[in-house]
């Protein structure tokens, strides 16, 4: 399954020492960067 994203944040730069990778969940409307648009209880149950 392919994921385009143009996120990379800190990820992109430690990639250069250390191996790295990044979580991704489901937020509304896709907008992941201010927590009232995730749903914590969903990703509580899915760990």
Known sequence: MLMPSGTGHD???MALI???AMIFSPSKDGAVILPKNTDFEML???K
Do not use: G, I, L
Request: avoid cysteine; glycine fraction near 0%.
């Open 11 to 13: 990820a992109q730069s």
């Open 44 to 46: 509580e149950k899915n």
């Open 18 to 20: 250390a191996p790295t």
